[in-house]
């Protein structure tokens, strides 16, 4: 299988920056791999995704050097700030989302059918009417993420995607990645939401100064989350766990033979139990 | 440094299609930290401009202090409120980033600790840089320090860790903790439950336009049923908190961990 990425020794430079942003970056992606790229800000994660799309250095300007093939088809990226990405010719939502395979030329009825098709996928049927100068970050975000959507990407780049999103939506939206996955997309998201990512991610790329410096399972090789860091200074030895349903698995049978393992828990959100703290 | 207490009585607020606040009322009492949260175009940001004077209400009536908002210009606001938008990129105009963090109190007449901000939010290796050469999260930061230097009475913060790291997001924590230290008056719109955990006392949620609950944060963060039905989920700290049942409904994460001293751990994943 062809991959949708492949980088060999990938170096590149931002127009007029004395440091690169990717230093011998060396990657593969193939078809249905759901990869998050973690790292500090400025490690380099948000340069990756425009040069994973052919957006750097051809939209963006630098010099990249190292090989570079970009096997899909189609590439999509949606950035952390929606409203850069808004067309500004479009009085509704819906056309908004239409605007891309329309401007592909496709036939009115397929373009129809993909912008009501992502509209649903983003669960944004409400909005679809509404101007999309007057909605609210949060709402943007879900309407950029559908318009890059009904362009029917092979690869897809998610820069911070719920970085505006409530909870609720965030959870969403995340959950919606298996299954185009599962349709053979790839997906490619940088954020420093590593918990959220962590739970649909099938592998993790750690950056550190524009190089990869871990690159496998999202349990093997992510830093230690906000859980971890809280299981660390409550004694827990390392490997640190990355979620809560991991610490506390990791939480040993007391005397009485009870543990605390996360069949205690509930799945998130489930119902009322707030009598049970001891005081 | 001391706070300012905020008054919002039956405050309305339309955008052209859309009846963003729908008679808001509350008060929330200097030196408090009170977090504002609710699902997306609930009308908590379209709140705190209008502390701020960036919009006007259709009716009702706001104060800070002995201030009526009516009366008063933003740049006079900026006297008594810090205010960090949700986009940082729309308050960052300077050619380094010191200059950027100087501007609001040397506008102010005053002389700020500007150095001491750049070090506490670890931005001082940054000082000379351009603001839109700092990474899109730093930004954030560059914003929040330009506000922390102006040394309000009151922080108004819209999303103030969103996009930030761990490591950035507990700078934000414990800045915002010293000040509350000193009784400034701290109202953060936020999403991240972490974060409301760690720094309110209090929790105000928005729904369609209106004030839906207002509750001490402990107390908000271990009630499931609430936070479901509001689509949020508990953060972890209440989570290990509610699970474990640790006395006295930790929220902090040095509480859960000071409360968690007792417990065996399993050496290695299973």
Not at chain 2, 94 to 107: K, L, M, P, Q
Not at chain 2, 188 to 207: I, K, N, P, Y
Not at chain 2, 210 to 228: K, S, T, V
Request: with cysteine; hydrophobic share 45%; aromatic share 4%.
């Amino acid at each position: 299988m062809t991959p949708r990425l492949a980088l060999a020794g990938v170096t590149f430079t931002h127009p007029g920056a004395d440091r690169a942003a990717l230093r011998g970056v060396s990657l593969e992606l193939t078809a249905g791999e759901i990869a998050m790229v973690a790292g500090a800000a400025g490690a380099g994660a948000s340069t990756l995704l425009l040069v994973a799309t052919g957006l750097a250095p051809r939209l963006v300007g630098g010099t990249l050097a190292g090989s570079r093939t970009i096997g899909a088809r189609r590439c999509g990226i949606v950035f952390a700030r929606p409203w850069t990405q808004l067309t500004g010719l479009c009085s509704t939502v819906e056309d908004e989302v239409a605007f891309g395979p329309a401007s592909l030329g496709r036939p009115l009825a397929e373009v129809r059918a993909a912008a009501s098709h992502a509209i649903r996928q983003l669960g944004i049927a409400h909005l679809a009417g509404r101007d999309p100068a007057h909605l609210s970050g949060g709402e943007l975000q879900r309407v950029v993420v559908a318009a890059i959507l009904a362009l029917g990407p092979e690869l897809l780049a998610l820069d911070d995607p719920a970085a505006e999103l409530d909870p609720a939506a965030a959870d969403a939206l995340y959950a919606l990645l298996p299954s185009l996955a599962a349709d053979g997309m790839t997906i490619l998201i940088a954020t420093p939401d590593v918990e959220r990512a962590a739970r649909v991610a099938t592998r993790a790329l750690v950056l550190e100064q524009g190089t990869v410096v871990a690159d496998g399972r999202p349990a093997d090789v992510l830093p230690v989350t906000e859980v971890g860091s809280l299981a660390r200074a409550a004694g827990c030895p390392p490997p640190y766990p990355l979620d809560v349903p991991a610490l506390l698995a990791r939480i040993a049978p007391d005397a009485g033979g009870r543990a605390h393992d996360s069949s205690d828990a509930p799945p998130a959100g489930s119902g009322p139990d707030t009598g049970a703290i001891a005081r | 440094m001391s706070g300012w207490d905020l008054r919002i009585e039956d405050v309305r607020y339309a955008y052209a299609e859309v009846e963003a606040l729908r008679g808001v009322s509350l008060a929330i009492r200097s030196g408090e930290s009170v977090a504002l949260v609710g699902k997306n175009g609930a009308g908590k940001t379209t709140l705190t401009r209008l502390l701020v004077a960036l919009i006007r209400p259709a009716a009702g009536h706001v104060a800070v202090g002995d201030w009526d908002v009516a009366l008063r210009r933003p740049d006079e606001m900026a006297r008594r409120i810090g205010y960090v938008f949700q986009h940082a990129d729309q308050q960052l105009f300077a050619r380094s980033v010191r200059e950027d963090v100087a501007f609001g109190t040397r506008r102010l007449g005053r002389h700020g600790p500007v150095d001491a901000v750049l070090e506490e939010l670890s931005l001082a290796s940054y000082a000379d840089v351009h603001p839109y050469d700092v990474p899109a999260p730093l930004r954030k930061l560059v914003a929040l320090a330009g506000v922390l230097a102006m040394e309000p009475g009151v922080f108004v913060l819209d999303e103030p860790t969103a996009g930030l790291d761990r490591s950035q997001r507990e700078l934000v924590v414990a800045a915002l903790r010293r000040r509350s230290a000193l009784g400034v008056t701290v109202l953060a719109v936020s999403h991240d439950l972490g974060f409301v955990a760690e720094t309110a006392e209090r929790v105000l949620v928005m729904e369609s336009g209106r004030l839906a609950a207002d509750r001490p944060a402990r107390e908000f963060l271990y009630d499931a049923g609430a936070l479901a039905a509001l689509s949020l989920r508990p953060p972890a700290t209440a989570e290990i908190g509610r699970v474990l049942k640790l006395p006295d409904a930790p929220i902090r994460s040095e509480e859960v961990a000071a409360a968690m001293r007792g417990v065996r751990w399993k050496q290695n994943p299973e």
